[in-house]
């Protein structure tokens, strides 16, 4: 009888902390819920490299992940991004973009030893890497259209971008809102290579991960 009760007790213990164990664990992830953004997507999702988002499924989601200069509101006007205020010189047809002081990449080994908050500030010379990029035959970006009436266009400074176009053309801030000029950092680049498509493997302003299976139907969880 004793070892039937004791038995009895011995269950009811056990339920009580796993069912303590399960509510602390749901209250957690509860607390986390609104960090989580959650996305379906039908077709496949094959790169999360904003240098290849030429359609609506790569242009989305890259789209909350990366920044560029400038950005559209809900009414397709141009807002700034990274880049704070920006002026035009007519007689040089040359953009001065002046970049905020306040945006950081997120943490990462890929800035570790550099860096000993694992982040750093996002600066013009990034943009200007990111842009020669978009130029590297042997990257092959599908963005690359995009500069065919740049001249040329220069870091003058950690917080100065600046873009000198062959001819006058008005809708040029248009198409730096679109996310093949987003900004990537070089160290990210040469750590992961060819990797840095993969998920976990982007450097972001919004969000810092982001997970999905390989196969048709996306579903994606973007922690910030």
Not at 3 to 29: D, Q, R, W
Not at 150 to 176: C, I, K, M
């Amino acid at each position: 009888m004793n070892f039937k009760k004791n038995k009895l007790i011995h269950l009811l213990t056990v339920s009580y902390f796993s069912l303590l164990l399960i509510s602390c664990n749901s209250e957690i992830n509860s607390d986390k819920d609104h960090l989580v953004f959650r996305y379906n997507e039908h077709s496949n999702i094959s790169t999360l490299d904003p240098a290849f988002a030429s359609n609506p499924q790569l242009i989305w989601p890259t789209n909350q992940l990366f920044n560029s200069l400038v950005q559209l509101d809900d009414e397709l006007n141009i807002q700034p991004d990274i880049a704070k205020n920006w002026t035009f010189n007519d007689s040089t047809l040359t953009y001065k973009f002046n970049l905020r002081n306040d945006v950081y990449f997120h943490k990462s080994e890929v800035f570790t030893n550099a860096h000993k908050d694992s982040t750093r500030l996002v600066t013009a010379h990034d943009f200007e890497y990111s842009f020669n990029r978009l130029l590297d035959e042997k990257v092959a970006a599908r963005g690359s259209w995009i500069l065919n009436n740049v001249n040329r266009f220069y870091a003058e400074n950690d917080s100065t971008f600046s873009v000198q176009l062959n001819q006058p053309f008005p809708a040029f801030l248009g198409l730096l809102s679109m996310r093949f000029c987003s900004v990537v950092p070089k160290e990210a680049i040469d750590y992961y290579g060819n990797d840095f498509s993969n998920c976990n493997r982007f450097w972001c302003y919004a969000w810092n991960y982001c997970s999905w299976p390989s196969y048709n139907g996306f579903f994606g969880k973007i922690l910030c």
